[in-house]
């Protein structure tokens, strides 16, 4: 049948191969499973309707050969009654009912292997696919690892060059410029002392020295 192939095709093909393809990895295997799933399902049905067909010739194969037991023991009473005419057409007609049952018999089996044939397919499909849902979870995880290792890579290998750093280095240099020039300032300023900011500058104490000292002298030369 041709959803036995397709789900065989799929089951055997090696999923680890979607990686070196330009399709995501991930929702390509997903969407393996799904379709194994669907393919799955659509074959249960087929071998339903196969063993349906196998219960059914069952039946009839059965019930034939309830008729020719039947008429074989109605043939019997017939004759037994004196009836041979009556007993000659019970015996035609098992005769008919023998070749029914056997016919029935002979579809019967044919059915039963074919059907036999699908649930071991469908066996081994279902194994398959519970095979492929456990690889699954292991395949999404070396994936996304793959994935994270390339963009870690790949982001590496420009470190340093994108515009970020780039930026970086402008806003140090622009910081050290400010810094050279407020250190420039200060010396400009400090050059630029009045006579007034000198004297300020010398605080309380040295005026009380100088203060001291002019006391001095003019003691000496008063004596």
Known sequence: MGIFKRIRDISSAAINDVIDKAEDPVKMVSQYIRDMEDDIAEAE???????????????????AQEMVDKRMEQAKKALASGNEDLARRALED??????????????????????DNLRAQLKEMKDEFE?????????????????????????MSGFGKGSGVKGFDRMNDKVMQMEAEAEASGELKKSNRSLDDELDALGSSDVDDELAALKAELNKDTK
Not at 53 to 61: C, D, F, I, N
Not at 104 to 111: D, G, L, M, V
């Open 45 to 63: 049905i087929a071998v339903a309707k196969q063993i349906a067909v196998e219960k059914k010739l069952k039946h009839q194969a059965e019930e």
């Open 94 to 115: 098992k005769k008919e009912h023998e070749q029914k049952a056997e016919d029935f018999r002979t579809q019967y089996e044919n059915a039963k292997s074919n059907a």
């Open 131 to 155: 095979k492929m849902k456990n690889r699954k979870d292991t395949l999404v995880a070396r994936a996304e690892t793959a994935k994270a290792q390339k963009k870690i890579n790949q982001t």
